[in-house]
């Protein structure tokens, strides 16, 4: 394979479901955070308020808002 290409091959993604920007409203303690971005397996928000840190399991809401339907749930979830 020439050079050029080479260079141009990309790495393979190395999560397992794509993140999407859709909104997802989270609780936390109690306290409301927006996603920055989400999929099935995680979700990534900013402006967080707590004590957890890495390794650190907890429950949140999640809340989101589709097509005039809101689908709500609780979730556990692990702080990378």
């Known amino acids: 394979m020439p050079a050029s290409q080479a260079q141009k ?8 479901h794509h993140r999407v920007k859709v909104p997802l ?24 308020e707590g004590d957890a840190k890495a390794d650190d399991e907890a429950e949140c809401g999640l809340v989101l808002p589709f097509e005039g ?9 692990r702080v990378v």
Request: cysteine-free.
């Open 9 to 16: 091959k990309k790495a393979a993604p190395t999560r397992r």
């Open 25 to 48: 409203h989270l609780t936390i303690d109690e306290k409301p955070y927006y996603s920055v971005d989400w999929s099935l397996g995680g979700f990534q928000i900013q402006g967080y």
């Open 69 to 77: 339907f809101i689908l709500q749930v609780k979730a556990r979830f």
